[in-house]
């Protein structure tokens, strides 16, 4: 008699697949950027990124193989523990991923599904809000332009001006433009801001409100 050799995925197949994550933190905090400023959400921080920014302030997530890799289910049911239904995927770069399972889970369970991506990597995923924070250490993927709801372009220096100006000219009419000052630089440059916002109004301005909040 035949025997069947079942052999059973290995925790990269598993990942590879999008059934498994590395997940650096996830917490129930108040979203504070962007479109959703002041929503409650829960954050859902995966490991890994190969991007690079000087400025990121989540150097320690870069790595992937120092996060513990959990399942979509148990990544969800810690979801389920909070009462807002809001959920911010975010890294990290979570599109090194297969968000698709993932995604598809939270939805079943009566999430809004949003996410915050440089889009470096190739889209996958069922999101609500796609916000695209592109970086010029790692070229975007062309499939984040039709996608994204949102352009958000964190200014460091003054030609992020033009590269902001770049990416407004590749994603879709209706995504919406804001200019972010990187933290550190704020001071500097959000005096700028406002008058480049008020000469172009097409573009708002997001700031890191939770830093004020001092929330995570
Ligand atoms: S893409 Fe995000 S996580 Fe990656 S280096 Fe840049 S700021 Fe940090």
Redesign the pocket.
Known sequence: MQTLDLVAPTTQELISAGLQLPIMEAFYTIQGEGRFTGHPAYFIRLGG?????V?????E??EAAKWPVLSIEKIVEDALAFPGRLVVI????PLMYNLDPLTKLLKEKGFTTNI???G?HPFSGDFDWVCF?P?K??KPHPSIYKVADELKV?IYNKSDFSFAQEHARLVNPVCELRLQPEWSKAEKFTPEIIEYVKNHPNWKISLQTHKFMDIP
């Open positions: 990124c190969d991007v690079g920014c400025w990121c302030d989540v150097k997530s870069w975010t890294g990290g770069e915050e991506t440089s470096a924070s970086k250490f790692k964190v």
